[in-house]
């Protein structure tokens, strides 16, 4: 689920849906299930990092599709009403198991994309290029932060949502998202400089 949707490619997705939606059968649902099951399951993964785990949950999102989708009424995205629901059946794991729960390896790109934050502007580590020792403790002490906080870092680095997305899959408002990747990247830095890295904000 990464990047934003075209106009033209939301407008062929919500046909896709709304074939669903008249016929309301599994022929139909179909080409819903194809259209959105790699990036859900992607999207899982990278939380749980149990590609088990990943498939279980994974069965019970399509099957929610399934049951909810024939009274989506777009008032919203339906891909920021489906975030908006992974995103709680997480937090509620969370909440249930109440421990850790390890997220998948993140890719290179990504580290590298929050390191930059990191030492960007308010919260970055500093734009020399941060070798792969360095990266790896950078994943570890992200793993670590608070749910609330890791999942919105997640959406903005790793999904490469927007904030305004973040903002109405969490429903928060924009200024809070803001803030708590702010947040975050400055938990992120104060680990980081405690466990020996040089880190510093750029004036």
Known sequence: MRGNTTPGRESENRAIIEEFQRKGDDASFSPVYELYKDRI???ILARVGSDE???????????KVYTI??????????????????????????RKIKR?????????????????????????????????EQMSVLTDELKALPVGLRSI???RFYDGLQYNEISDICGESLRNV???VEKACGLLRERMQTRGYHVTETQ
């Open 178 to 180: 803001k803030y708590k």
């Open 69 to 94: 989708l024939p009274k989506f009424d777009f008032r919203c995205k339906f891909e920021t009403y489906l975030y908006r629901m992974i995103n709680n059946l997480l937090i509620d794991r969370y």
């Open 153 to 155: 870092m997640l959406m």
């Open 100 to 132: 850790s729960v390890n997220m998948a390896r993140m890719t290179e790109e990504t580290e590298e994309s929050i390191a930059e934050t990191v030492g960007d502007d308010r919260v970055s580590i500093e734009d020399a290029m941060i070798d792969k």
């Open 53 to 63: 785990t990943a498939r279980d949950l994974f069965q019970e999102v399509m099957f």
């Open 41 to 43: 399951f992607y999207f």
